[in-house]
């Protein structure tokens, strides 16, 4: 059962839409005198009021109509919407004959604190629209006042019947079409999400990154006060910080695909995102930080915009698909069986389709889990080297496989000096990975050379969830790479860091190579080492398999 509930039925935008017309206002420092001059304006024809009064059959919709108050950053004007139509202004209305909704329930609401914002987003501007849509006989697109999108033509209106000859009335400062019935209020992906209870865990926490930001761009600036910009009228932006990041799921003028799990499934999907994004006690804000990311994580390759899609029955992408990486950010297939919304429940709301899946259709090393490399040729990566040098080259073996196509040379500073160089891994999660180091043949640079093994040993060094530094000696394994070919190392399998080192400005994480060849060796083994990169190869973590 779904259960729509009046807590957030005005939802949430980048900016509210239903006040698009203030922006020829701002120059006007009194809202209510803006309004009453706009009203006394008169004319030969009547305003839109007038023209409303003069049916009788909306005398419940000019009732509620009079007795809405204009919002504006969330506070009441002093001005009806009675009032604004009666002005000079240009506007569509689209009016509900009398009997077809409950006028009383709308007049009590509109005596509750948050009435008129209520009644405004689901009712009032969704009956009105800002500027001419007139019926014709080529349906076309228009947007109401809150933003919804919506059609017109053929004697309907979002497939509502106008009455008979009540269509394209005309009148001075917009035009009027009699409705059969009022148009019916499309939620938004965000809004549903936000009032129906089945997936409600998942809009409460969303819309906790809800924030208002102050615009000087958009506010009406006065004079200055002890060196001090002070505004006469003050714009505020409403902005969701997740959504930013993951896909603009109240914007009504986009579309998008979304998949959500069911209600029953949500919670081990989202306990098991919390467990790869764990930081350390001393990150700042840490605990917010995990369910950010974590969120983050799970709903940027939930979300898909239909306009960078060219096929969404071929495949769908998520707005970070980068081709350089086709592993990640793109499911082909969808719809097929084995497709990540295959026999899902679709259901299509006012900016898009909203696909609710028995089990969650994504998997964590195709997501947000993904293979981290350290080139061997970024040298900024290295944090500290003894006893060696080291420079960068370009592959130029055609038929060898090099990651970035460069790699880095360490050459030991004397023929028998053991080196050591440090390297810092950048963004590990709280979860399992294979350390690796891919190792070149000597023959990459010159063909000639007697080819050798490296020997070297290898310490991640990192913290744990307190903080405190940790090592793990890799067992004190003594690794030799296969100098025949490109060798994939494993230095550490499955091996879980504890905590999450994300964007982390501070040293946290990292790989310290050491060669260990001894004098009696120096024949058998080589102390330069090509390296092409630390590869971090991601793995289920244990304890959420």
């Not at 033509?153 to 079409?177: C, E, I, K």
């Amino acid at each position: 059962m779904i259960k729509i509930t009046n807590r957030h039925l005005i939802g949430s935008s980048l900016i509210i839409c239903q006040l698009s017309f203030t922006a020829s206002l701002v120059s006007c420092s009194d809202w209510d005198d803006h309004y009453e001059e706009a009203a006394s304006q008169a004319g030969a024809e009547s305003t839109l009021w007038q023209t409303m009064q003069q049916h009788p059959e909306l005398s419940d919709f000019r009732e509620v109509l009079s007795k809405t108050m204009v919002m504006r950053q969330h506070h009441k004007t002093g001005v009806s919407y009675a009032q604004l139509l009666d002005g000079a202004q240009t506007f569509t209305v689209m009016a509900p004959v009398n009997g077809t909704f409950n006028k009383d329930s709308l007049l009590q609401l509109l005596q509750s604190d948050r009435g008129d914002s209520m009644v405004v987003r689901s009712f009032v501007g969704n009956h009105l629209s800002y500027g001419l849509a007139n019926n014709t006989a080529t349906p076309t697109e228009f947007f109401l006042l809150n933003s919804k999108r919506a059609t017109i033509g053929q004697g309907q209106v979002l497939g509502v019947p106008m009455q008979p000859g009540g269509d394209n009335v005309s009148a001075r400062g917009g035009v009027l079409h009699i409705m059969q019935r009022t148009l019916p209020y499309r939620h938004n992906l965000y809004e549903i999400l936000l009032n129906d209870e089945r997936y409600q865990q998942v809009g409460q926490l969303i819309s906790s990154y809800d924030f208002d930001e102050f615009s000087p761009t958009l506010s009406v600036e006065g004079g200055m006060v002890e060196g001090q910009q002070v505004y006469v009228d003050s714009v505020f932006v409403e902005r969701n910080r997740l959504l930013e990041a993951a896909g603009a799921i109240a914007a009504e003028d986009s579309s998008f695909i979304m998949a959500l799990p069911t209600a029953a499934e949500w919670p081990s999907v989202y306990n098991e995102a919390l467990s790869y994004f764990r930081f350390d006690d001393t990150v700042e804000g840490c605990d917010s930080l995990q369910r950010f990311y974590a969120l983050e994580g799970l709903l940027s390759h939930a979300i898909f915009s239909r306009t960078i899609q060219q096929s969404a029955e071929d495949s769908l992408k998520t707005y970070r698909y980068y081709n350089k990486y086709p592993q990640y950010e793109v499911y082909h297939r969808p719809f097929d069986q084995g497709g990540i919304l295959y026999g899902a429940e679709k259901t299509d709301y006012s900016n898009g389709t909203l696909y609710t899946t028995p089990q969650w259709p994504f998997d964590v090393l195709k997501t947000f889990h993904k293979e981290i490399k350290a080139e061997g040729e970024r040298t900024g990566l290295i944090t500290d080297f003894s006893a060696a040098t080291f420079t960068t080259r370009r592959n130029t073996v055609d038929t060898l496989s090099v990651s970035e196509n460069e790699y880095l040379v360490i050459t030991p500073e004397k023929n028998t000096s053991n080196w050591t160089m440090t390297f810092r891994l950048n963004n590990t999660l709280s979860g399992a990975y294979d350390i690796c180091a891919i190792v070149l043949p000597p023959t990459t640079y010159d063909p000639s050379v007697r080819v050798r093994p490296c020997k070297f040993q290898a310490e991640v060094n990192y913290v744990d969830t307190l903080g405190k530094a940790k090592t793990y000696n890799c067992e004190n394994t003594k690794f030799t790479n296969d100098p025949e070919r490109v060798d994939t190392v494993v230095l550490a399998e499955n091996f879980v860091f504890p905590a999450c080192n994300l964007y982390q400005n501070n040293i946290k994480v990292t790989l310290k190579l050491k060669c260990n060849i001894t004098a009696r060796e120096t024949s058998q083994y080589s102390r330069e080492m090509f390296l092409d990169c630390i590869y971090l190869r991601p793995k289920k973590t244990p304890t959420t398999e």
